[in-house]
C-alpha cells in the first residue's frame, strides 16, 4: 500500500473566516491555515491540498468554467486564492501547481477580495483599503490598477451588468459603473449612508431610507452583495441586521432585523433561482428567508423565516468559518467549523428530499436535515504515533493509521491513505502527552492534568479501536498524583511497557495483564531517555544471535520472553537492563562521552544505536564493531531522533527545536534538513510512515506526508490517487468524457431504444457507480430530452446549458415560468408584473424627491397617466420644481389624440432629445403611444438597457422583436454569447441561437438546440433556418468523428443535407 506525499489539514484559523468556496465542478475549497484544502462534496473525499502561502489563506474564488465542449480545449480547473498579507495565487487544481502568482508592491489593511469576471479568465482583486487590481489570471498580466483616496473594504459585482460594482467605504458607498478589460474606471460616484436620517429634498448623492436602529456605518458590515434573483438590488449584511437597497432609486425597500437577545448574523448566502436568503447565525443554526409575495408591503415582513434548522452546541474551540450553497440546485447548504468539521444541510419538504430550490413545495412540514457531518483533526495537536509497520501477520487488514493525541484530551485515529478521522477518543481531560501503539489496533495514551490548588493528576488509558473500550490504568496507584508521567515505552514484542515518571524512577507493567510488575526503588537513578531493543537476547558485549520477527512474536506468545532495554541518567551514563517475566536484570554500564551533554532521546535498530543530547550532538554506536563517533549538528539541542524502518534503509530522522533534520547514518552526513518557518508553524512531533514517508506535526494541527527530501509536494488529482469511485470528469480522458455526456443526453441514433448502459464505458467502475445514480434519480431513462440534458448540465457543472435547457423548456414546453433571474430573457408578461411590483414598492416607500421622480418616469413608460399626475401634485409650493411639476401635470392630463398635439409633442420630445434630455423626451413620445421611437434613442444613446426595458413592458410583440433584434447584435458585439442564445430563444429565433453557438464552436450545444426544437415541431421553416440545421448537424457528424463516435454521426449525417449525404459517403468508404 504506498503512501504518497501529501499534506493533511487540520483545524482552521479564525483568520481563515469567509474563505469557502463550493464551485461549479462540485469540489469544495477552503482555506485551512496558510494551505487550502479541495474537498469532493459528494463523497466528502479530500482530493487535494494547496501549498504556498506563508500567511493564513483569507479567500478563495472558483473560475467559472464551460468544459467538455471541444476536444481541442483542456480541462482546467482554475481556483484564486489569497492570503493575509495580500500574496494572490492561481492553481491549477487538477495538478496542484501555482499558475500565477499576482504581486502588487500595495502594503494590504484588510481582508483581500477576488472576483472572476463571468465566462473568462480575468480576475478582479481588492486589496484594502486603496487599490483595485485586474489581473489577466491565464497569463499573469496586470490590465489596470485603481488607486482611490476612500479607502475600501468590500466589492460586490453586479451578476447582471460586469461593468457596475459597489464598493464599500466609511460611512458610504461606492458605484463603479464603467469597469472593464481595456482601461481603469473613472472616478465611482460617491453615495453617502443617511439611512433613517432626515435628509433635504435637494441634497444628492445620498442612500436614504428607515432604518431600524442607529447602524449607519460601514464598521460593522460583514458583507455587501448584489442579488442575483433581481436586477439593482443590493444587501447590506450587518451583525444584527440586513438592509435591502434599491439601486435604482438608491433607498432602503426593506430590511431583516434580529432584536438583541437573538442570535447574530454570521453569513448570508443569496439565491439564484428563488427570492431565498440562507442565514448563519452564531449559534451554528441556518434559518431560510423567503420573500412573500401576495401580503401587503411591510418592510420588516419582506422576507418571511419559512425554515430554521437545529442550532449547533458550539465549544469554544468551534467558531464559524462560512457559509457556502450549492450551484445550480441550491437545495443544500454548507458550512465549516474552525475545528474542521464540514457540516451539510439538504432541503427535504412533504414529499422527502428536494433536487432543485424552484420546485421545493413551502410549507409547515419543509425543513432542513443535517446530511454530513465530517472533518479532520478537530484540535490543536500535541503529538503522533503511527501504527505498527506492515507485516505478514497483518497483511491482510493493514491501514496505515496514526494516532494525534490532541490539546483538548482527545486522541484521534485519522486513515493516512483516506486522509480521514476514523476514530475519536475523548478519554483525557487534559492535554494528552503521549501515544504509544502495543499492538495493531490497541493503544496507550497518556496526559497530565495540572491542578493549581491540589497535586498533579496523570490519566494513563489503554484503548481498543476495535472495541472502543478505554480502560484506565494506575487508578489505585498510591503515588500517582505527585509526579508527572513524561513517557512510555512499549517492548518490542509488545510483553512489557515503561511508564517514565519526571522525578521518580520508572515503572515496569506487563501489557498482558496490565498489571505492574515492579516499581523501581528510590535510590534507583533518574532516567531522562530509555529505549527497547528490537532483538532478543542481545547484549551490548556481545549479539549471539537474532530471530526473525514472527518467531520471537511467538515465542512471546507462549512464555516470557528476555526483552532488552537501555536507559540514561542525568550524568550521561548509558544503563543496560534485561527483563524476563518479573525478573530484571542489571547489564551494563558505559560511563559518558566528556562532550555530551544530558540525553534527550535514543535510538536503537540492529547494531545502531543513536543517541541525541540537549547541546545538538549525535552519537552513532556501533554495537558489533563496539565503535561510537560524536558528530556537532550546530543546531541547538536535540528533541527526538528516529530510525527510518525497514532492514534496508540507513536513515534517521531528528527533530531539533526549530528544524527537521534526516542523517544518512551509513556516511553519517547530513542528508536534508527543513526549518520550521518554511512549514508555516513550529514543529511538535515527527514519525515514519514509511521507510522512505517522514510524518512532521506542526503546532497547527497539520500533518505532513514527506518524501525523502521533506518535501511534501502537491501531486496531480489522478483516478489512483482517489479511495473510491466518484464522479470527476476530468480525472479520465477527455473524448471519454464527452463521449459518455453525448450517450446520456440524447440517443436518436440507436435503433433499441433509450438505455443507461455506454458500450465504450460499460466496464468501467466509475461510469457503472454513475450510472446506479442516474438511475434512482427521478427515473433519469424516462425523462424527455430538455429533462435530461438539464440533469446532466450539474453533473458537469455547465452554467451555459443549465441555463439554456431552463429557458429552451419554457419557450417550447411552456414549463413553469421563468424567475426573475433571467431578467431580460423573461416572457413579457411576467417580466411586467415584476416591474409593476416592484415599482409599487419604490411608490410606498419613497422619501425624497428623486425618488418621486423615478416613480413618475417608470409610471409613463408603463402608460399610466392618472398615477404620475398625482405624484406630481403632491409638490408643495415651496419647492423649486412646483411650477414645472404642475405644468408637467397639465401636460400629461391634457393630451389628446388629435394629430397636431400629437405632432407637436413629438416634435417637442424631439428637440430635448437632440439637447441631451433624454428621458424627459422619451417620456413625451411615450405619452404619445410613440414608445417604440422611444426605444430607438435610446439605442441611439447607447441606452440598450432602458430601451429592451421599454420594450418588453409596452410594445407590441412585432414591435418588439425589432428593438430586441439591435440589443441582440449589441450583445454580440461585446461577446456576450451567453446572454446572446438565451435572448434569441426568448424571441423565438431558434436559427439564431444555433448561429451563435456555432460560432463560438458549441457545436454540441447547438445540435441539441436544434434536435429539441424538431421534436417540438418549432423550428423555422424558412430556408435560411435549413441550412442553418444542415449546416449544425454536419458540423457535429464531424465532431463526433473525432470522438470516434461513427454511429452518431452516421445518424446526423441522414439528417444533414446534401453535405451530411457526402460526408456520410465518406465515413462508410473509409469503415469498409
Known amino acids: 500500500m504506498r503512501l504518497n506525499p501529501r499534506i493533511i489539514p487540520g483545524p482552521l484559523s479564525v483568520q481563515n473566516t469567509g474563505a469557502l468556496d463550493w464551485g461549479d465542478n462540485g469540489l469544495l475549497a477552503y482555506g485551512s491555515q496558510n494551505n487550502v484544502s479541495i474537498v469532493h462534496m459528494e463523497s466528502l473525499q479530500l482530493l487535494q491540498v494547496l501549498d504556498g502561502h506563508k500567511y493564513p489563506v483569507t479567500t478563495v474564488k472558483w473560475c467559472s468554467h464551460n468544459p467538455y465542449h471541444n476536444l481541442l480545449i483542456p480541462v482546467s480547473l482554475l481556483l484564486a486564492t489569497a492570503d493575509k498579507s495580500g500574496r494572490v495565487i492561481v492553481w491549477e487544481v487538477i495538478t496542484g501547481k501555482p499558475v500565477h502568482e499576482l504581486t502588487d508592491i500595495t502594503r494590504v489593511n484588510g481582508n483581500v477580495m477576488l472576483t472572476w469576471i463571468p465566462n473568462s479568465y480575468i480576475l478582479l482583486v481588492l486589496l484594502p483599503p486603496y487599490n483595485i487590481v485586474l489581473w489577466n489570471g491565464a497569463t499573469g498580466t496586470k490590465l489596470w490598477r485603481l488607486t482611490l483616496l476612500e479607502p475600501m473594504y468590500y466589492i460586490s459585482q453586479d451578476p447582471f451588468d460586469e461593468r457596475n460594482m459597489v464598493a464599500a467605504s466609511n460611512g458610504c458607498l461606492l458605484f463603479f459603473n464603467d469597469v472593464n478589460t481595456n482601461k481603469c474606471p473613472s472616478n465611482p460616484t460617491r453615495y453617502t449612508l443617511a439611512l433613517g436620517k432626515n435628509v433635504e429634498p435637494e441634497q444628492k448623492h445620498v442612500i436614504t431610507g428607515d432604518f431600524h436602529y442607529n447602524q449607519n456605518s460601514t464598521q460593522d458590515l460583514i458583507k455587501i452583495v448584489h442579488s442575483p434573483h433581481e436586477r439593482n438590488k443590493l444587501f447590506l449584511v450587518y451583525p444584527r441586521q440586513i438592509t435591502i437597497i434599491d439601486l435604482e432609486i438608491h433607498h432602503v425597500t426593506g430590511y431583516i432585523a434580529q432584536d438583541r437577545t437573538s442570535s447574530r448574523y454570521l453569513d448570508v448566502q443569496l439565491c439564484t433561482s428563488d427570492n431565498i436568503l440562507y442565514c448563519l447565525h452564531d449559534t451554528g443554526a441556518i434559518s431560510i428567508r423567503r420573500y412573500v409575495e401576495n401580503t401587503p408591503y411591510q418592510k420588516d415582513h419582506i422576507y418571511q423565516c419559512v425554515v430554521v434548522s ?491 446549458e443549465f441555463n439554456l435547457w431552463q429557458v429552451l423548456a419554457y419557450y417550447l414546453e411552456q414549463s413553469s415560468p421563468l424567475s426573475s433571474t433571467f431578467d431580460f430573457v423573461q416572457d413579457n408578461t411576467s417580466f411586467l408584473k415584476e416591474q409593476a411590483k416592484r415599482l409599487a414598492v419604490q411608490d410606498a416607500c419613497r422619501t425624497a424627491y428623486s425618488h418621486r421622480k423615478h416613480c413618475i418616469h417608470r409610471y409613463i413608460l408603463l402608460g399610466h397617466t392618472d398615477k404620475p399626475v398625482q405624484l406630481l401634485l403632491e409638490v408643495g409650493n415651496e419647492s423649486e420644481n412646483f411650477y414645472l411639476d404642475c405644468l408637467k401635470s397639465s401636460l400629461i392630463a391634457s393630451v389628446s389624440d388629435s394629430e397636431v398635439a400629437q405632432s407637436t409633442i413629438k416634435l417637442v420630445a424631439t428637440n430635448l432629445i437632440a439637447n441631451e434630455h433624454l428621458m424627459e423626451g422619451c417620456e413625451l413620445l411615450c405619452l404619445i403611444k410613440k414608445s417604440h421611437d422611444a426605444c430607438r434613442y435610446m439605442q441611439n444613446f447607447q441606452k440598450f438597457n432602458d430601451s429592451a426595458w421599454l420594450a418588453k413592458v409596452s410594445l407590441p410583440n412585432h414591435e418588439y422583436v425589432e428593438v430586441m433584434k439591435h440589443y441582440l447584435d449589441m450583445l454580440i458585439a461585446k461577446g456576450l454569447k451567453q446572454k446572446a442564445v438565451l435572448l434569441s430563444v426568448s424571441l423565438m429565433m431558434f436559427d439564431k441561437a444555433a448561429e451563435i453557438l456555432l460560432s463560438n464552436r458549441l457545436v454540441m450545444v447547438a445540435a441539441l438546440l436544434v434536435d429539441a426544437c424538431c421534436e417540438a415541431g418549432k423550428w423555422p421553416e424558412t430556408e435560411k433556418a435549413t441550412d442553418i440545421k444542415h449546416t449544425t448537424y454536419v458540423q457535429y457528424a464531424k465532431y463526433l468523428v473525432s470522438l470516434d463516435n461513427i454511429d452518431a454521426a452516421l445518424y446526423y449525417c441522414e439528417r444533414g443535407g446534401d453535405q451530411g449525404k457526402t460526408l456520410a459517403e465518406e465515413l462508410l468508404i473509409c469503415a469498409s
Open 310 to 800: 437545529e442550532a449547533m452546541r458550539l465549544c469554544k474551540n468551534a467558531k464559524l468559518i462560512g457559509l457556502k450553497v450549492k450551484p445550480f440546485t441550491e437545495e443544500e447548504v454548507v458550512f465549516m467549523l474552525t475545528d474542521g468539521r464540514l457540516v451539510g444541510w439538504k432541503l427535504y419538504d412533504a414529499d422527502g428530499p428536494t433536487e432543485f430550490l424552484s420546485e421545493v413545495e413551502w410549507s409547515d412540514s419543509t425543513r432542513l436535515v443535517m446530511v454530513n457531518n465530517s472533518g479532520t483533526n478537530s484540535s490543536q495537536a500535541s503529538c503522533i504515533r503511527i501504527c505498527p509497520s506492515l507485516s505478514t501477520k497483518n497483511s491482510h487488514f493493514y491501514r496505515p493509521l496514526i494516532a494525534i493525541g490532541t490539546h483538548s484530551g482527545t486522541v484521534l485515529v485519522v486513515d493516512l491513505t483516506t486522509q480521514r478521522t476514523t476514530r475519536e477518543y475523548a478519554v483525557h481531560t487534559a492535554r494528552v502527552c503521549g501515544v504509544e501503539w502495543v499492538a495493531d489496533r490497541r493503544m496507550l495514551s497518556y496526559s497530565n492534568n495540572y491542578n493549581s490548588s491540589g497535586p498533579i493528576k496523570n490519566e494513563l488509558f489503554y484503548t481498543d479501536i476495535n472495541t472502543g473500550r478505554s480502560l484506565q490504568l494506575r487508578t489505585t496507584h498510591k503515588n500517582r498524583d505527585e509526579t508527572p508521567i513524561v513517557g512510555i515505552k512499549v517492548s518490542h514484542l509488545h510483553q512489557y511497557f515503561i511508564v517514565l515518571l519526571k522525578d521518580r524512577p520508572f515503572e515496569l507493567w506487563d501489557l498482558k495483564t496490565l498489571n505492574v510488575i515492579r516499581e523501581m526503588p528510590t535510590t534507583f537513578p533518574a532516567v531522562t531517555t530509555l529505549e527497547w531493543s528490537p532483538a532478543v537476547n542481545h547484549s551490548l558485549k556481545n549479539a549471539k544471535f537474532y530471530k526473525k520477527e514472527e518467531e520471537m512474536e511467538q515465542a512471546a506468545e507462549s512464555s516470557p520472553t528476555r526483552e532488552h532495554f537501555v536507559f540514561t541518567d542525568t550524568d550521561g551514563i548509558v544503563y543496560h537492563l534485561m527483563v524476563e517475566g518479573t525478573v530484571i536484570k542489571e547489564g551494563t554500564r558505559i560511563p559518558p562521552d566528556t562532550q555530551i551533554g544530558t540525553i534527550n532521546s535514543i535510538a536503537w535498530r540492529g547494531d545502531l544505536m543513536v543517541l541525541a543530547d540537549s547541546t545538538g550532538h549525535l552519537s552513532f554506536w556501533d554495537l558489533r564493531a563496539r565503535q561510537s563517533r560524536l558528530i556537532p549538528t550546530h543546531n541547538g539541542g536535540i528533541r527526538k531522533v528516529l530510525l527510518a524502518p525497514g532492514k534496508n534503509t540507513q536513515l534517521l530522522l531528528v527533530l531539533f527545536n526549530d528544524e527537521v533534520a534526516i542523517w544518512d547514518t551509513a556516511d553519517l552526513t547530513l542528508h536534508v534538513s527543513l526549518k520550521s518557518a518554511q512549514l508555516g508553524s513550529k514543529v511538535i512531533d515527527i514519525d515514519w510512515g514509511a521507510s522512505d514517508r517522514p510524518l512532521v506535526m506542526t503546532e497547527t494541527g497539520v500533518l505532513h506526508v514527506m518524501d525523502i527530501n521533506l518535501d511534501s509536494t502537491t501531486l496531480p488529482i489522478t483516478p489512483f490517487s482517489i479511495n473510491a469511485p466518484i464522479w470527476l470528469p476530468f480525472l479520465y480522458p477527455q473524448k471519454e468524457v464527452i463521449n459518455f455526456k453525448i450517450h446520456l443526453q440524447h440517443q436518436g441514433w440507436r435503433s433499441e431504444g433509450w438505455s443507461l448502459e455506454c458500450p465504450s464505458c460499460s466496464n468501467d467502475i466509475v461510469w457503472e457507480s454513475m450510472v446506479k445514480t442516474l438511475k434512482s434519480k427521478d427515473k433519469f431513462s424516462s425523462l424527455s430530452l430538455l429533462e435530461r440534458c438539464l440533469v446532466v448540465s450539474t453533473l458537469y457543472g455547465d452554467a451555459l
